[in-house]
């Protein structure tokens, strides 16, 4: 038993910088997390990437030590360091380009793909257009605003509105005296990108 904790608390520490990414990307992008097997997928594809680099880093690091100055020793404290604050920057980086549509951006130039790097074309929609939006509500009402936050997915979550307007059956504005609203997201039918109401 000793012994196969002695094997398995290495590779443990050996995997967790890619963990430790592939946790800040899920906590803080739309994504949904994958199961498991998909997790640890993630988590690998993070681990070679985060270790090829601290293996290059290493290098650099050596290199630089031998030509003009070093700082301290390479050792397993050191490369656990590192890992940990390029799996963060890895983290924090893979957000910055999904969240921001910058590396598909690219791509649909070179004429790659087609595709955005957003979750779901829904959100991608939401994302992609600074526009008030109607709310068309299950059983004929509609509510004008600004859409602050927004469900990720069309069956799931909420809308929260700012500057929110009913509009009765002649297209005219109600008067309301609300900051913000709250829609269930079941209770739309379809939404409607708007510049303004009459």
């Known amino acids: 038993m000793d012994g196969l904790v002695k094997e398995v608390i290495p590779l443990l520490q050996y995997l967790l910088p890619g963990f ?3 946790w800040i990307f899920y906590s803080l992008t739309a994504f949904k997390r994958p199961d498991t097997f998909g997790q640890i997928v993630q988590a690998l594809i993070f681990t070679f990437v985060i270790q090829s680099l601290v293996v290059g880093l290493e290098g650099l690091l050596l290199l630089t030590g031998e030509r003009f100055f070093s700082v ?4 397993k ?4 360091l590192w890992s940990a604050v390029i799996a963060v920057a890895m983290g924090f980086l893979s957000c910055h380009v999904a969240n921001g549509d910058k590396l598909h951006a690219l791509l649909r130039k070179l ?3 087609t595709q955005k790097s957003f979750p779901c ?16 509500l299950i059983g004929g009402k509609r509510l004008f605003g600004w859409p602050c936050e927004w469900p990720s997915e069309p ?3 909420q809308f929260v509105l700012e500057f929110p307007r009913w509009i009765d059956n002649d297209d005219n504005p109600l008067p309301n005296r ?3 609203v709250v ?5 739309v039918q379809w939404v409607e990108f708007a510049k303004t109401i009459r």
């Not at 301290?72 to 050792?75: E, F, K, L, P, V």
């Not at 404290?77 to 656990?80: D, G, V």
């Not at 074309?121 to 068309?136: G, I």
């Open 20 to 22: 430790l990414a592939a």
């Open 72 to 75: 301290g020793a390479w050792d």
């Open 77 to 80: 404290k050191s490369e656990a």
């Open 111 to 113: 004429e790659v793909t």
């Open 121 to 136: 074309q829904w959100y991608s929609a939401f994302s992609s257009r600074q526009e008030f939006v109607v709310l068309h």
């Open 155 to 157: 069956a799931n979550g």
């Open 178 to 180: 609300a900051k913000a």
């Open 183 to 187: 829609i269930d997201a079941s209770k």
